[in-house]
């Protein structure tokens, strides 16, 4: 089945660099995708990765996916207030909806 | 890039009545859009699967005659939500799939029912 997890909360200093991590289950995952939700709005698509990459960078942020551990993580350098939001992070299998995880509330303080 | 709209952005609606809501996607074709619910602090969770041209595909547990969802053009859902009560209140948001190698899922800012 597919099952998709994250920590929940996420606190950094505004300058810092952001980690937040997620786990997947089905290894029939074709891309994994980064969304960021803001209060009260809709799902904004930041990035997504295949499953044969092992990286992708694009600008300040950074995703890493390690295939063999079913681990992705999404790493935003410089962090700045303007990135507090939630994020999930999404799987896609052989069926077209995406598997969403429970989200990470990241909170930037100035 | 790719635009999805929702309207209305938030409704209120007495306990009962219908609630129609449009999902367009603005600059791109979209054969297959998705509606998802999502509860506070939750995550979203996928309700039905619209193909143009057809029937919606509805998740287990989803009353397809609760939620009637047409797909009548490449650029318009809609979502009626009939004879609603108060555990309908939601954010629902919808998606459109953009027909490119990577099938990405675009999202609307979603629309808040609140039932009285």
């Known amino acids: 089945g597919e099952d998709v997890e994250q920590s929940l909360f996420l606190s950094v200093r505004e300058g810092d660099s952001s980690v937040i991590n997620c786990t997947y289950t089905d290894s029939s995952s074709t891309y994994l995708y980064w969304y960021k939700q803001e209060p009260g709005a809709g799902l904004q698509l930041l990035t997504y990765?295949?499953?044969?990459?092992d990286m992708k960078q694009d600008q300040r942020l950074t995703v890493l996916l390690n295939k063999k551990d079913k681990h992705l993580s999404l790493r935003i350098a410089d962090t700045q207030t303007g990135d507090s939001a939630i994020y999930f992070c999404?799987?896609?299998?052989?069926?077209?909806?995406?598997?969403f995880g429970s989200g990470t509330r990241l909170q930037v303080q100035p | 890039g790719a635009v999805v709209s929702q309207h209305p952005s938030w409704v209120i609606c007495k306990s009962g009545t219908s609630v129609k809501i449009e999902c367009r996607s603005l600059?791109?074709?979209?054969?297959?859009m998705f509606w998802y619910r999502q509860f506070p602090k939750q995550s979203l969770m996928l309700m039905a699967t619209?193909?143009?041209?057809?029937?919606?595909?509805?998740e287990q547990g989803v009353e397809k005659d609760k939620f009637l969802i047409n797909h009548a053009s490449l650029t318009l859902s809609t979502l009626t939500v009939t004879s609603a009560h108060p555990e309908d209140s939601s954010f629902y948001i919808c998606?459109?799939?953009?027909?490119?190698?990577?099938?990405?899922?675009?999202f609307g800012p979603g629309t808040r029912l609140t039932v009285l």
């Open positions: 619209s193909n143009e041209g057809s029937k919606a595909t509805y």
């Open positions: 998606s459109g799939e953009r027909p490119d190698f990577t099938d990405t899922q675009y």
């Open positions: 600059d791109f074709q979209a054969t297959t």
């Open positions: 990765i295949f499953s044969n990459m």
């Open positions: 999404a799987e896609r299998t052989g069926r077209r909806a995406l598997t």
